[in-house]
């Protein structure tokens, strides 16, 4: 990995902090992350224009996964608190820190993504399996 000094204005810096505390990374590794969001996000052509606050974002694995725009947050997992542990949109969105129109979104986009987001669950519940 190639360094590369960053200066950034001490306001912004102190909210990157912050908001890297909240999710539990280094500051590094918080501004990676964001980077690589953006250039995913400029160079993504997969986004479903009927769902604006879905984007894709590529995974560890080099694979597009569908996210809710802003916060990394999968479409799956959204699912899977809906169908699996049965809560409803006002429960997710409130455990989840989202708008209930967020959680409506990503739900619609899985009822026309069904199985792109299915066979995500099942690959990852394989994986998953496999390392218990």
Known sequence: MASYTLN????????????????????DRFILWAVAEKVATLNQRHDDPAFP???????ASGGLTPVLRGTRLRVQTIVIAANKWDLSPKEIANDYDLTEAQVNEALA??????QEIDASIATE???EAANV
């Open 8 to 27: 950034l204005p001490v306001q912004l810096q102190q909210e990157a902090e912050k908001l890297a505390a909240i999710q539990g990374i280094s500051l």
């Open 53 to 59: 606050q879905i984007t894709y974002v590529r995974g």
């Open 109 to 114: 986009f899985y009822e026309d993504h069904r």
């Open 125 to 127: 519940q394989i994986i």
